[in-house]
């Protein structure tokens, strides 16, 4: 990850990796995902639903894929060496198919981080507590027309002064999500598209949504967390913060 990467991702809320993940590695990943949901490749008749959820994969192929080289140096720029735990899975798998009827979860959003009850875990504060990275690791062809993941480019400075009221307890992300939708709907529009193997490392905060499928190719990704090993820190003595917590700060307007 270069300099230049690590400014993008301090500046749009995102950075891609093209190919962070090897070609025949993400062809092992989609074939696993395939067989996860019982529809045939070549047969868009079995495709039944227009959102399948596949939960935590941890075959050796999405072991893999959690950690090449390129990603590890990544997580190192981005988050802090020392800051973040390897993924010995990948989880969280909206496949998207062409399909007659519309799916109910296309909303404006940030992604939730942990629970107050054990039970529910749609709870984030401005430390983005349990959360360091967003991560959308591309499973297939994915074009404008194959659903893909929109984003409010910029939009995770909208973010923080949302959640600053709220405190270390932090807030259902449920709550605010009308406020964080109206505070970041100035923002230009990226659509998440690319090659299997390509992999978008995303800010905590940054506000996306999932769209309806108009194409004709489904679309596999995996959308998981990376975990922080240590929180994220807001006031530093030694000023070494991380990228993200730059960004947090700048979101604050601190400096």
Known sequence: MSDVMVETFLRDGFVKIEQAVPEGTARACAELLWAETGYAP??????????????????????????????????DRLVGPGRWVPRRSLGTFPLRFPHEDEPDDAGWHIESSYSLDGVTWNHVNVRSKDRALLMLFLFSEVG????????????????????????????????????????????????????PGDVYLCHPFLVHAAQPHHGKRPRFMAQPPLHPAVPNELERADGAYSPVEIAIREGLRRH
């Open 42 to 75: 070549d047969d868009p008749a079995t495709w039944a639903e227009p959102v399948y959820r596949v939960g935590d994969m941890a075959a050796e192929p999405f072991v893999e894929a959690a950690n090449t080289p390129v990603l590890h140096d990544a997580f």
């Open 144 to 195: 404008e027309q194959d659903a893909p993941t929109r984003v409010r480019v910029g939009s995770h400075l909208d973010v923080p002064p949302i959640l600053e009221p709220y405190g270390e307890e932090g807030v259902s992300m449920f709550a605010v999500a009308a406020e964080v939708e109206a505070a970041s709907a100035h923002r230009p529009l990226a659509y998440a598209t690319g090659r």
